[in-house]
Nanobody
Framework: QVQLVESGGGLVQAGGSLRLSCAASGRTFSSYGMGWFRQAPGKEREFVAAITWNGGSTYYEDSVKGRFTISRDNAKNTVYLQMNSLKPEDTAVYLC???????????????????WGQGTQVTVSS
């Protein structure tokens, strides 16, 4: 298991950008698939983006493709989510997530995630 702490959320106007960071504890961070989910008020938690443990592949939810970019720096035990061209419908709490097991991709269903951060609020005004 890894411990996760997000930062970088805030209030931004539509069309703006934010960069979220997720700092992980533990020497085995580089062996876990990582990613981001989000949860808006009254809605279920949904997958946003993920990156494989070695950083070789990324995958995204359809509505954020071309606008969001996930990356990781294993030397810093950190995963990032660069969010551009933000829309009001992107407003949510964004949660960092780690795969359940080492050398496995992050699941896209919340029930199969191994570890969660506490979340950071992103609010996009119109």
């Amino acid at each position: 298991q890894v411990q996760l702490v997000e930062s970088g959320g805030g209030l931004v106007q539509a069309g703006g950008s934010l960069r979220l960071s997720c700092a992980a504890s533990g020497r085995t961070f580089s062996s876990y698939g990582m990613g981001w989910f989000r949860q808006a008020p009254g809605k279920e938690r949904e997958f946003v983006a993920a990156i494989t443990w070695n950083g070789g592949s990324t995958y995204y939810e359809d509505s954020v493709k071309g606008r969001f970019t996930i990356s990781r720096d294993n030397a810093k035990n950190t995963v990032y989510l660069q969010m551009n061209s933000l829309k009001p419908e992107d407003t949510a709490v964004y949660l960092c997530a780690a795969a359940r097991n080492r050398f496995r991709n992050l699941a896209t269903t919340p029930k199969d995630v191994g570890s969660w951060g506490q979340g950071t609020q992103v609010t996009v005004s119109s």
